[in-house]
């Protein structure tokens, strides 16, 4: 498989592993998470969004889609995801861009190109690539690819799992990395089924795998109110990551950098108006971490 569906490469990130790096992002995830701030990673296909405030009602969408996946209801233009198929027709027909879609498919070698143009910040900074989503391990087959495409050019490659993959898929790619930032959204099964869809245990089962077998990880808790942000879900997350001899872990505040995403996909977003954490908000949040031996940082 040569062409996987990806929604941004960003380039010059410094949040998501070391040095200077180019981040590329896969559509697709298997997890449901109330505070995604990339809901548009979770479907893996080409998706179009909405923004009433350009739209003029000229309705060209609604007559240029061949599966009349549109619908104009109550003065607000429905996409009918399921029957979308991707065609941007839609979009291309849109007069005033209220439409616009996310995901393309693109190939190895655009991408490997695309890394390969900041080569020198890589060097300099002991940089590289990460791989984020979604969750990447979806498209194993075209990650694989990509992947050993990318180690030719003896680049630092990191990423950005769930960990929520089938074991021996997990195990396969999981060996190709220099390192795993691995999310630990909660470590209690009730509280992670209820927060992302899921259950936590195939997660930690593959953390713990990876610990065994020397590969280099890096947990990171994104911290939610509603969900993980007690002292109580800290001791039980620490506890967790102590006993495994996890000895650091990031911190990852919420914020409502993703909000404005889910009215342009017609979603309802179940944070809305809740407030951004800070660092100085969670500073004994972080010492429970610290008092486990664990080096906690933001």
Same mark, same amino acid.
């Given at each position: 498989m040569n062409q996987g569906i990806i929604f941004n490469i960003q380039k010059f990130s410094i949040?998501? !592993?070391?040095?200077i790096r180019t981040t590329v992002f896969f559509k697709g995830c298997p997890l449901r998470c109330k505070w995604c701030s990339n809901p548009e990673s979770q479907l893996d296909k080409i998706q179009?969004?909405?923004?009433r405030t350009k739209c003029?009602?000229?309705?060209?969408?609604? #007559?240029?889609?061949?599966?009349?996946?549109?619908?104009?209801? #109550?003065?607000?233009? $429905?996409?009918?995801?399921k029957k979308c198929i991707g065609c941007l027709k839609c979009v291309n027909n849109c007069l005033n861009s209220a439409l616009t879609n996310e995901g393309e498919y693109k190939n190895i070698d655009e991408i490997v190109d695309e890394c390969l143009k900041d080569v020198a910040f890589y060097e300099e900074s002991n940089g590289g690539i990460t791989i984020s989503g979604g969750e990447a391990m979806c498209q194993p087959t075209f990650l694989k690819q990509l992947v050993l495409k990318l180690k030719e050019h003896n680049l630092h490659l990191a990423i950005e799992t769930t960990g929520y993959v089938e074991s021996a898929t997990f195990q396969e790619l999981a060996k190709l990395?220099?390192?795993?930032?691995?999310?630990?959204?909660?470590?209690n099964n009730q509280k992670h089924i209820a927060?992302? !869809?899921?259950?936590c245990d195939l997660i930690k089962t593959n953390l713990i795998w990876a610990l065994k077998n020397n590969i280099s990880i890096l947990p990171r808790i994104p911290v939610i109110p509603n969900f993980n942000a007690s002292n109580e879900d800290a001791k039980e997350i620490a506890s967790f990551l102590a006993n495994i001899k996890i000895k650091k872990a990031q911190l990852?505040?919420?914020?409502?950098? !993703?909000?404005?995403?889910?009215?342009?996909? #017609?979603? #309802?977003?179940?944070?809305?108006?809740?407030?951004?954490?800070?660092?100085?908000?969670?500073?004994?949040?972080q010492q429970i971490? $610290?008092?486990? !031996?664990?080096?906690?940082?933001?």
């Open positions: 949040h998501d !592993g070391p040095g179009i969004l909405y923004d003029t009602h000229c309705l060209n969408c609604l #007559n240029s889609c061949p599966v009349k996946a549109l619908s104009l209801v #109550n003065d607000k233009i $429905i996409i009918d995801h990395f220099d390192l795993l930032l691995f999310d630990v959204k909660h470590v927060g992302t !869809g899921v259950s990852l505040p919420f914020h409502q950098f !993703g909000e404005k995403k889910y009215e342009l996909l #017609n979603r #309802n977003y179940a944070l809305k108006n809740i407030k951004a954490l800070y660092p100085e908000d969670l500073k004994e949040y971490f $610290i008092d486990q !031996g664990i080096d906690c940082f933001f």
